[in-house]
């Protein structure tokens, strides 16, 4: 967490003693609140398909959409998307066999003496109704990379160079060790990002932080306030109602990833789902989009799933949990979290 630090020199007619600016650790406080000003909230306007951060760059196989999370803490996984996506009434499968999944990485540029293989996939947003498009993904690409030192700056490329080609140099430095006293700088925590003109203000904030690490607490792209033509609605609550199904126009989620790849390519983000990440279709698939699109540390957490997991980051173990799983004592996730915190060692990461 960012420290700020204040030098103030006063003049002698003013008290020289300085009030100390009270921490966490001086509380607990009584919350401080104001109602809200109804007129703070603003129409936000999508970004549309159009602007240059949301098109796609370069060849069809060229790696794009790249991001990254955090696996354990000598690893941390690499997703990215190649080949173009369909849409329409019939769409095209791509073979997620037809181009390797591979990321080539190092402390230096040149060369990058380590390569990871990973595994990759296509998912499909079917709709059983007459006039609906179907939406087929580009091939998403998982990528572990391990074997990693703390608190060290890497550099990868991801791709096939058989096949499309690699992407350009990329960075990240890896969270630092996990200690009692080693604590990541700073940690973005953002929630109902969705793709809006607010969006890219609410990015460049958090580029110009320079966080650590970020977690974006459910509610990512908003293709659920679209019909699968592209047209959209103002709310969730008014995003066409009278439609057989909740519609979503999953072009979106590739606008999303294209538009947060500069940040997202060098910081780790950990995503937990939320109600815009349902997106409901055919055979009664739910959150098929939010599942395929992130890399998740569910095996290695224990918990086998997209919608609740934990990572260490330094002296920080950190819980998503979702809640759009069960949650009662007898479901999966009152259940692996209670074999979680007893794992923890509050003497290795005493901030949980």
């Known amino acids: 967490m960012a420290l ?8 002698s007619v003013f008290p020289s003693a300085i009030a100390k600016i009270p921490t966490t650790l001086d509380g607990p406080f009584d919350p401080i609140t104001v109602p809200f000003d109804n007129s703070l909230r603003g129409h936000a306007i999508d970004l549309p398909d159009s602007d240059p951060r949301a098109r796609k760059p370069g060849r069809t196989l060229e790696p794009e959409q790249i991001s990254l999370s955090l696996s354990t803490p000598d690893a941390i996984w690499v997703t990215y998307i190649t080949g173009d996506f369909h849409i329409g009434n019939c769409t095209r499968r791509l073979d997620p066999s037809s181009v390797k999944s591979l990321v080539r990485y190092g402390q230096l540029r040149y060369p990058l003496a380590h390569k990871a293989t990973g595994y990759s996939l296509v998912y499909e947003q079917l709709y059983p109704f007459q006039g609906m498009q179907n939406y087929s993904s580009g091939i998403i690409h998982h990528v572990r990379l391990t074997g990693l030192k703390p608190g060290t700056r890497y550099y990868y490329r991801c791709g096939d160079p058989s096949n499309g080609g690699m992407s350009p140099f990329k960075s990240f430095r890896t969270m630092p060790e996990v200690h009692p006293k080693s604590y990541p700088g700073r940690i973005g925590v953002v929630g109902d990002l969705g793709l809006t003109y607010n969006t890219t ?4 904030h958090l580029r110009r932080n320079n966080p650590d690490l970020i977690l974006l607490v459910g509610d990512v792209s908003y293709a659920n306030l679209y019909l699968t033509n592209g047209s959209g609605a103002d709310s969730y609550d008014h995003a066409f109602p009278d439609t057989p199904i909740h519609e979503t126009y999953q072009p979106r989620w590739d606008y999303w990833g294209r538009f947060m790849e500069p940040l997202v390519s060098r910081v780790p983000m950990m995503v937990v789902e939320g109600n815009h990440e349902i997106e409901a279709q055919a055979f009664n698939k739910t959150f098929v989009a939010y ?12 918990s086998e799933s997209t919608f609740y997991y934990s990572f260490d980051a330094g002296g920080i ?5 979702g809640a759009y799983t069960s949650y009662y004592k007898s479901g999966d996730e009152y259940k692996w979290l209670q074999k ?4 923890v060692n509050r003497a290795v990461t005493p901030w949980l």
């Open 317 to 321: 173990h950190f819980i998503m949990l």
């Open 340 to 343: 979680d915190l007893e794992k």
């Open 4 to 11: 700020l630090c204040f030098s103030l020199v006063l003049i």
């Open 201 to 204: 203000s609410t990015v460049d």
């Open 291 to 302: 599942s395929s699109r992130f890399a998740f540390p569910s095996e290695e957490s224990g």
